[in-house]
């Protein structure tokens, strides 16, 4: 089975830093990555989507991620933090089940920005 | 706005009681997720349908099942609620069921039990 692990469960940057989120996952088989964000009193959003296409994943908001095999990484950054990326970010993978598809998720990783 | 939607969006009840949330899909999309999400499990799959059909079962209780019906839109039904079963549910959908089509979630029914 798939799984991911996202490094930090807080991570506090200032507005205008750089913001670098970890995810490494574990996949017996090439895997389809996602980022999503989570609002407060709100749903998931995809902030972007690695699917075996270029390695390099620029997604909304300003976000990217790149995808490196031979560290089992997708980590998530973003150059400048705005005040508004206050949220909880998830990373996640899809793994084969009973002939479908679920999604497995990391435990999520809170971003605080200071300004 | 995802497209999906979910409700209600708060449900206040008492353990021993049953209840039932609602998800409508985006539109053309043929695939329901179901997903619980609490502060000790962090976000679990439940169940998933396809066109009406049940495809997958993750870690759903026997005490919840689900159905998706021919206009597409599902029902999480949740009986005999225990203390434990607070949390926020999330229905996703997809166009189809390919790991690579990214699902879209929508605001969650946040279900409190007293």
């Known amino acids: 089975a798939q799984s991911v692990t996202q490094l930090g469960s807080h991570v506090s940057v200032s507005e205008g830093a750089l913001v670098l989120l970890r995810c490494n996952y574990s996949?017996?088989?090439?895997?389809?990555l996602f980022w999503y964000v989570q609002y407060p009193n709100q749903g998931l959003q995809l902030l972007l989507k690695?699917?075996?296409?270029?390695?390099l994943v620029k997604g909304i908001n300003g976000f990217e991620a790149e995808f490196k095999k031979s560290e089992t990484s997708f980590h998530l950054t973003k150059p400048s933090a705005h005040m508004s990326d206050a949220a909880e970010y998830f990373c996640a993978v899809s793994d084969r089940i009973q002939g479908a598809q679920k999604l497995v998720f990391g435990q999520g990783t809170r971003l605080t920005i200071n300004p | 706005d995802s497209g999906v939607t979910q409700t209600p969006k708060h449900l206040i009840t008492a353990t021993g009681q049953r209840v039932t949330l609602r998800c409508s899909p985006r539109s053309g999309d043929l695939s329901v997720y179901w997903y619980q999400q609490s502060l000790d499990q962090g976000l679990q799959f439940l169940i998933q349908?396809?066109?009406?059909?049940?495809?997958a079962k993750g870690n759903i209780l026997e005490r919840f099942s689900a159905q998706q019906f021919p206009d597409l839109h599902s029902e999480l039904n949740l009986s005999s609620l225990e203390l434990g079963d607070s949390a926020l549910y999330f229905c996703?959908?997809?166009?189809?069921?390919?790991?690579?089509?990214?699902?879209?979630f929508g605001d969650g029914t946040r279900l409190s039990i007293l």
């Open positions: 690695y699917t075996s296409a270029a390695t």
């Open positions: 996703a959908s997809s166009e189809g069921q390919g790991g690579y089509q990214p699902q879209h």
């Open positions: 349908y396809y066109n009406g059909e049940e495809r």
């Open positions: 996949s017996s088989v090439p895997p389809y």
